[in-house]
């Protein structure tokens, strides 16, 4: 069975969900294709906010990867000390600011004057099991 492609476009709606790995080491192939599937849903006048933001993460990705590359940042030891601090360890019920455990890592020994540092202490934070970003800089760990 054929379906016109003018079809396949019109049947897809705003609320479409993509979901994209963003730790692919093959991050400029992903970049091209997204961009060439955002021209091709422009050319149909269809929503490309979920394209555009799945494009700022990849790059932003990729110069996250360079910075912790340049700088031998150890993500390891930074994700094992955050795991230590005592809201980790105990947690309540309101969230705990990234700018806390930015002070944290600085009071523990990080250097934490590296570009898109806190980039990296985000997206560790949130690799910490039961960890839900609930704002802007704000994570809120489950209670057991």
Do not use: W
Not at 41 to 66: A, P, V
Request: aromatic residues 10%; charged residues 35%.
């Amino acid at each position: 069975m054929q379906i016109a492609l003018s079809d396949l476009v019109d049947s897809c709606d705003d609320g479409t969900h993509f979901d994209l790995n963003v730790c692919l080491e093959d991050t400029k192939n992903d970049l091209k294709f997204l961009r060439d599937l955002k021209k091709f849903l422009k050319k149909y006048n269809k929503s490309t906010s979920q394209i555009d933001q799945f494009i700022h993460r990849l790059e932003g990705n990729m110069d996250i990867e360079k910075v912790i590359q340049v700088y031998d940042i150890d993500e390891n030891a930074i994700k094992k000390s955050i795991e230590k601090h005592p809201y980790f360890k105990n947690p309540c019920d309101y969230p705990i600011r990234l700018i806390t455990i930015m002070k944290y890592l600085k009071k523990k020994g990080f250097d934490t004057h590296y570009k898109d540092m806190d980039l990296i202490v985000d997206r560790l934070i949130q690799e910490i099991d039961g960890v839900k970003k609930v704002g802007e800089g704000m994570y809120l760990k489950k209670m057991h």
